[in-house]
């Protein structure tokens, strides 16, 4: 079955603190993408990866293709990155042609 | 340059009426796919389309629900006769042909009373 694991599911911290978001799939994939969500609002696309890392402001995400693993950091965290952050993956060799998602890390970032 | 564009953002509907979403893709994205998220649950995709076709239609309930791209205008989500259990935030998200980005909509909160 094709899965795709988030941890942790919540995850309360200070401000300012470094924050580490994992997700884990079970097969190939041809991309990832970090998704954020705030309560009752739209989606935002973070990033989308297909190797290596990717950096924009205070957010870095990283992809290991061999480990069928990534991970989004938060640098100097802050209260507005309090959402709820997705990892969804487009599964490469046939399937459905959208994506599979995590079911999300709620992220509280406290002052 | 205006983003994906769903309206409308909320939705009432009672039991057995119909419930049309609607989703103008970014200028330039030629694919939409359409995806449910369920109180308290993750989001599942329902339908992939490029204009006038449907590409991928295997996350689509059986009955009642139905989408459409045509040449000119927004794609549309239909649900016939709904029921309570469709009650749910529909988002749409677009892409250019290289499928190499992916930009959603606000979401359409339907409630079905």
């Known amino acids: 079955k094709n899965e795709v694991e988030q941890s942790p599911q919540n995850l309360t911290a200070q401000e300012g603190e470094f924050i580490t978001i994992n997700c884990s799939y079970s097969?190939?994939?041809?991309?990832l993408h970090w998704l954020q969500q705030h309560p009752g609002g739209g989606i935002v696309s973070l990033f989308m990866?297909?190797?290596g890392k990717k950096k924009h402001g205070r957010l870095i995400a990283t992809i290991n293709i061999q480990e069928k693993h990534s991970s989004l950091h938060i640098t100097a965290s802050h209260p507005r990155d309090s959402a709820v952050y997705i990892c969804a993956v487009i599964y490469s060799g046939g399937g459905a042609d959208g994506l599979t998602f995590g079911k999300g890390t709620h992220l509280i970032i406290q002052p | 340059n205006a983003g994906v564009m769903q309206n409308p953002r909320h939705l009432v509907r009672r039991r057995g009426q119909e419930a049309r979403l609607r989703c103008s893709p970014m200028k330039g994205h030629s694919h939409v796919y359409w995806y449910r998220q369920l109180p308290e649950e993750g989001l599942k995709f329902m339908v992939y389309?490029?204009?006038?076709?449907?590409?991928?239609e295997s996350g689509m309930p059986k009955e009642r629900f139905s989408a459409e791209f045509p040449k000119e205008g927004p794609s549309i989500l239909r649900i016939q006769q709904v029921v309570r259990g469709d009650s749910a935030a529909y988002f749409c998200a677009s892409s250019p042909p290289a499928r190499d980005g992916y930009t959603f909509g606000s979401g359409t909160r339907l409630t079905v009373v």
């Open positions: 990866l297909s190797s």
């Open positions: 389309l490029q204009k006038e076709n449907i590409i991928d």
């Open positions: 097969v190939g994939i041809s991309a």
